[in-house]
């Protein structure tokens, strides 16, 4: 089991203990749900415990994501620099614009390196596929990759839109996915809640709450709301 727990929220508790070692985590929302501020506090937790991780990010650069986990006080540069994180930026923001794109899956699925680590983060699988999306060969072969990877023991984390992402891989995730999270924003009276709805949350130590509301606060990261579990 890798531990992504914190002493300051009750994340990690509520989702098991952690995520178990040899499998896939399929996070999907839409844009704004939360998924990858929780991919973020995921990484920055699996850091604390030990866990080595590769963070792929389609939209940060390494400054800009180091900007961000540091204002929610997720300070991963120790770990940076002692070579347990490693973070590449695999696909600017912009780069949606251009008129043509490299199929970037493929160059995902046979590039090695990127699954060195423990456990590997994917934000956002959506974002790396062709605007014509995926051929069946490209889906065939990315799952595949994943999971022979699970069966060397490391463990995968991707975040995917519903909305965006091609059925040959989407469909595919949700089915093979041990570990599967549906993430929705909810605007309250006074502030927007993100919520987890658990789907499947397999191999774990303890109870999974089914669902789970949460905030984001500048300076402290995730904050659980505690008044609202369902499980």
Do not use: C
């Amino acid at each position: 089991m890798y531990s992504f727990e914190l002493e300051r929220d009750e994340l990690g508790r509520r989702l098991g203990g952690g995520i178990a070692e040899g499998s896939i985590t399929l996070i999907e929302g839409r844009d704004g749900s939360g998924k990858s501020i929780l991919a973020q506090r995921m990484a920055y937790g699996l850091l604390v415990n030990k866990v080595s991780v590769t963070y792929i990010s389609t939209e940060l650069s390494l400054p800009e994501f180091m900007k961000q986990m540091s204002s929610l006080r997720y300070n991963v540069l120790p770990y940076l620099l002692n070579g347990q994180f490693k973070f590449y930026a695999v696909f600017p923001s912009t780069a949606h614009r251009l008129k043509k794109k490299q199929d970037l899956i493929d160059r995902l699925t046979k590039a090695d390196i990127l699954f060195s680590t423990d456990v590997t983060i994917i934000d956002s699988l959506t974002m790396l596929q062709p605007d014509n999306g995926v051929s069946e060969k490209t889906a065939f072969n990315f799952m595949t990759k994943m999971k022979k990877l699970v069966v060397k023991g490391k463990s995968i984390v991707i975040t995917v839109d519903p909305d965006s992402t091609d059925p040959k891989l989407l469909e595919p995730l949700r089915e093979v996915a041990d570990n599967y999270l549906i993430m929705k924003a909810e605007t309250g009276a006074e502030d927007i809640k993100n919520v987890i709805f658990v789907q499947r949350w397999k191999r774990t130590e303890r109870e999974v709450s089914k669902i789970i509301k949460f905030r984001v606060e500048p300076k402290f990261g995730i904050v659980i709301d505690i008044s609202s579990f369902a499980v």
